[in-house]
C-alpha cells in the first residue's frame, strides 16, 4: 500500500539553525509528493510540493527534492526562525483523479530565540 | 487563491447530540471532497471520500452511520456526527478537489468537543 514515514519529533532547534526533516515513501508508481505546515490554532497550509523525479520544491526558504532512487523527500531549510515553530507533514497523492492526500504522522519543529 | 471554508471552526455540545460541519469551496467547483480526522498531536486519518451527487466512501474503521457525509452540489459537502460521545471530540479537516485542475486545497478545520 502507499504510505509516508517521516522522522519523529519534536524537533527543537535554536534560531538560525539548520533544518532537516526526514520523510520516505512507498508508493505504487510515482506519486507526486508534499510538504504541509499547520500553525498553531490553524489549518493545514500547502509549503510546497513536487511532482516528479528530481524536482525540487521551495518556497519560504524551505526546499525538497523528490529523490526517487531513495523514495524520499526531505525538507530542509538553512536557517530556522522562530515564525517556522509548527508541525510539518509530508504527504504524497498517486496519480489518479480524485484520490486523497496521504499523511506521515506529522514532525512538530520548535524554534528558540 | 482557492478557498475551502469550513464551519463551524469550533463547536461544542452535549453527548448525544448530532453536529453538522460543512465544508465550501468558495471559488471553484469541486467534483471530490475528503474528510479527515485529527487527533491531537497525531497525524490525519483519512475517514471518507465524497463524490457529488453519489454515496461517500468510506475507509476502514469508520462507521457510516456515525458519520453521515452528504454532497449535495459541487460546492458543499457535510459531514454530519450523529449521537456524538466524547470519543468523537477531534479536529474535522475537509478538503475538496478543484474540478478544472485537480489541485487539493484544505478547509481550516472544524474543532468538536463532545462533554
Known amino acids: 500500500g502507499n504510505s509516508v514515514t517521516q522522522m519523529e519529533g519534536p524537533v527543537t532547534l535554536s534560531e538560525e539553525a539548520f533544518l532537516t526533516i526526514n520523510c520516505t515513501y512507498t508508493?505504487?508508481?510515482?506519486?507526486?509528493l508534499f510538504w504541509y505546515v499547520q500553525y498553531p490554532g490553524e489549518g493545514l497550509q500547502l509549503l510546497l510540493k513536487a511532482t516528479k523525479a528530481d524536482d525540487k520544491g521551495s518556497n519560504k526558504g524551505f526546499e525538497a527534492t523528490y529523490r526517487k532512487e531513495t523514495t524520499s523527500f526531505h525538507l530542509e531549510k538553512g536557517s530556522v526562525q522562530v515564525s517556522d515553530s509548527a508541525v510539518y507533514f509530508c504527504a504524497l497523492r498517486v496519480r489518479q483523479a480524485g484520490t486523497a492526500l496521504i499523511f506521515g504522522k506529522g514532525t512538530t519543529l520548535s524554534v528558540s530565540s | 487563491g482557492a478557498v475551502v471554508s469550513q464551519h463551524p471552526s469550533w463547536v461544542i455540545c452535549k453527548s448525544g447530540t448530532s453536529v453538522k460541519i460543512e465544508c465550501r469551496s468558495l471559488d471553484f467547483q469541486a467534483t471530490t471532497m475528503f474528510w479527515y480526522r485529527q487527533f491531537p498531536k497525531q497525524s490525519l486519518m483519512l475517514m471518507a471520500t465524497s463524490n457529488e451527487g453519489s454515496k461517500a466512501t468510506y475507509e476502514q474503521g469508520v462507521e457510516k452511520d456515525k458519520f453521515l457525509i452528504n454532497h449535495a452540489s459541487l460546492t458543499l459537502s457535510t459531514l454530519t456526527v450523529t449521537s456524538a460521545h466524547p470519543e468523537d471530540s477531534s479536529f474535522y479537516i475537509c478538503?475538496?478537489?478543484?474540478?478544472?485542475?485537480?489541485?487539493?486545497?484544505f478547509g481550516e478545520g472544524s474543532r468538536l468537543t463532545v462533554l
Open positions: 508508493a505504487t508508481g510515482y506519486p507526486s
Open positions: 478538503s475538496a478537489t478543484r474540478q478544472d485542475t485537480g489541485e487539493l486545497f
